[in-house]
């Protein structure tokens, strides 16, 4: 992992005095397995699994970072959703993003 992840992780988890890390995100995630689309200027999508989601966020996997920008809208077909969104963190499969409020 680099450096960088790390210390977003590291702002998200306190490590307890008994060893055991406690969650800081404000909102609660919930695991999950979905179908996504990455889209973008106005192309087709980059195919993505939605791996967990909140109304603030979500984790994305995808086959390779190539290509994905920092800003772009997640599509759910099958729940009807589609928001913009940016990248908080990336690894070489994974990503965060963070939801744009609505304007």
């Known amino acids: 992992m ?3 992840l790390d210390q977003r992780l590291d702002q998200r ?3 307890q005095p008994d060893g055991r890390l406690e969650e800081r995100r404000k909102i609660q995630r ?3 397995l979905k179908a996504g689309a990455i889209c973008f200027n106005r192309a ?3 195919d993505c699994r939605v791996r967990n989601f909140s109304p603030a966020g979500a984790c994305l996997e995808v086959a390779s970072q ?3 920008p920092e800003h ?3 599509v759910i077909e099958h729940d009807h959703f589609r928001q913009p969104c940016h990248v908080i963190w990336r690894t070489a499969t994974r990503l965060g993003v963070e ?3 609505a304007a």
Do not use: N, P, S, Y
């Open 2 to 4: 680099d450096q960088r």
């Open 30 to 32: 919930h695991r999950t």
């Open 13 to 15: 988890l306190d490590q």
């Open 99 to 101: 939801f744009k409020a």
């Open 66 to 68: 190539v290509g994905i």
């Open 44 to 46: 087709a999508g980059i």
């Open 72 to 74: 772009f809208e997640l």
